[in-house]
């Protein structure tokens, strides 16, 4: 499970359809949580689409939605998608600060591998498979580094498959490949990590997701040159 309440001030916009013809608007909300900035990419969906897309620019939104991924030709791209939003109106912004500064994320998910010591000792990562309900009923697997700066002893204990439960906010670096590709990643900046023991120790209970390495195409767009 993971949900994401976040706002800001649409920066880019750009609207595409699919093969099928279904509307696909990707926004980059830019907004200030917590004393940092944000920069976060959103992707909304069918007639919703196509009513933001003309008078997006500069408007502030509030979004909820859930983390997914998806896997093209230059990578693994991961946006929140738009369950529900609303526009902020300008003249309720500075009224609305807390509304216009939002970023909560909650999600419970499995730890894909063992935690990484980075940072000479002063990062502990981990990466966290959290699943996400589809439209037809199933659910996926959504893989998130989590980095904890501060009290990360208390976690390295973790292993791989054990359950956690985290709140904090979602955050984006960009980063440069070996061969010099300028890649960009959202991971979760944690304000509680509980790990999660399971009663009666179902058996798998506690078996973690695979991630799955091989490129898989979907019927989307490619996404815009942000």
């Known amino acids: ?29 830019a907004g200030t949580s917590e004393d ?67 970023n909560d994320f909650t999600g419970f998910g499995f730890l894909a591998q063992d935690p990484e010591v980075r940072a000479n000792g002063k990062l502990l990562r981990l990466r966290v498979a959290f699943n996400r309900r589809t439209k037809d009923g199933g659910s996926e697997a959504v893989f998130l580094p989590v980095d904890i700066w501060e009290g990360g002893e208390a976690f390295r204990s973790l292993k791989k498959g054990d359950q956690v439960y985290i709140e904090g906010s979602l955050r984006a670096r960009t980063y440069t490949t070996a061969s010099g590709e300028k890649r960009f990643e959202l991971y979760v900046a944690p304000r509680t990590i509980r790990p999660v023991a399971w009663a009666g120790g179902q058996e798998g209970a506690t078996t973690a997701p695979k991630e799955d390495k091989k490129e898989v195409l979907e019927e989307f767009p490619e996404d815009p040159p942000f």
């Open 1 to 29: 499970m993971n949900e994401v309440t976040v706002s800001g001030l649409v920066a880019k916009s750009d609207l595409r359809y699919t093969g099928a013809g279904t509307p696909v608007l990707k926004l980059r909300l």
């Open 36 to 102: 940092r900035p944000h920069f976060l990419d959103v992707t909304v969906l069918g007639e919703q689409a196509e009513r933001l897309a003309d008078n997006a620019l500069g408007k502030v939104l509030l979004v909820k939605g859930t983390v997914t991924q998806r896997k093209g030709q230059k990578g693994t791209f991961t946006n929140v998608l738009a369950r529900s939003l609303r526009v902020v109106p300008s003249a309720q912004v500075a009224e609305e600060r807390e509304a216009a500064s939002v």
